[in-house]
């Protein structure tokens, strides 16, 4: 269903007032900080299931979005 005229500047009022939140900004200025202190880490190879276990990965979000 398209966005009226007015929908769509009030999604533009709250996306820009959501990227612009204290936090986020704060979050952004630290962002080089944060990059360096990470520069040496590494998540384990077993950190990503999405590959292998996809399948019930979907079963178990339908099942939470179920109720």
Do not use: C, V, W
């Given at each position: 269903m ?9 999604m ?28 040496s ?27």
């Amino acid at each position: 269903m398209p966005f009226g005229d007015e929908t769509k500047r009030q999604m533009g009022l709250l996306s820009t007032r959501n990227a612009t939140l204290p936090t986020i900004l704060d979050e952004m200025n630290r962002a080089p900080e944060n990059f360096t202190a990470l520069r040496s880490a590494a998540f384990p190879g077993g950190h990503y299931l999405h590959p292998t276990q996809s399948p019930a990965i979907a079963a178990e979000t339908a099942a939470l979005l179920a109720g």
